[in-house]
């Protein structure tokens, strides 16, 4: 260690395209001491990715009009180490299977907190007498929430290609484009 020199945290990126959720679990983060870099796109996550390489990643399962699933492969093929927690706030059993199998470590409903974060990541400097309680959503996950993480599933399987995931989906490739760019939050 070179003397003088402050040793820096690693990196943590966090990926969410919800800028109030970016900002708080950054200020959070950062008053715990770590080193949070945001993105809001997976292309600036990516950039980001290989400019700060981090140790971590919190990675939204709706990032704009895109997956967060996509983002877990081009993260890992940076570092196949790091260690990416998935958030969404509406779960369901294929998105997270999906999420497992491309290399996310965890996968969190929100609302979830700083310290659950960090428990998921196995983060030492949590507090030794916090217990975290699993997040359970209140409310049933609408339809076309369900229809939009099928989509994308079936397209993850598909390699992003929409006529592929079209066809296996039986439905036309325009019809599928149409309900890919609705928001998931919406009807």
């Given at each position: 260690?070179?003397?003088?020199?402050?040793?820096?945290?690693?990196?943590?990126?966090?990926?969410?395209?919800?800028?109030?959720?970016?900002?708080?679990?950054?200020t959070s983060l950062r008053k715990k001491g770590f080193n949070p870099v945001t993105a809001d796109t997976i292309v600036k996550a990516t950039a980001l990715q290989q400019k700060h390489q981090p140790a971590s990643a919190v990675v939204d399962l709706k990032i704009g009009s895109e997956s967060g699933l996509r983002l877990i492969p081009l993260l890992r093929s940076f570092?196949?180490?790091?260690?990416?927690?998935?958030l969404t706030g509406y779960a369901s059993i294929a998105t997270a299977v999906s999420a497992?199998?491309?290399?996310?470590?965890d996968y969190l409903c929100k609302p979830v907190d700083t310290l659950q974060i960090l428990s998921a990541l196995n983060i030492s400097k949590l507090q030794p007498d916090h217990e975290q309680c699993p997040v359970i959503p209140e409310a049933r996950m609408p339809v076309y929430q369900l229809e939009w993480e099928y989509l994308q599933k079936v397209l993850l399987e598909h390699n992003g290609n929409i006529s592929a995931a079209a066809r296996s989906l039986g439905m036309h490739r325009r019809t599928l484009q149409r309900k890919l760019n609705k928001r998931s939050g919406s009807r």
């Open positions: 260690m070179i003397p003088g020199k402050i040793l820096e945290m690693p990196a943590i990126l966090i990926a969410d395209d919800d800028q109030l959720f970016l900002h708080t679990l950054a570092n196949p180490n790091i260690e990416i927690i998935v497992i199998k491309l290399g996310a470590k």
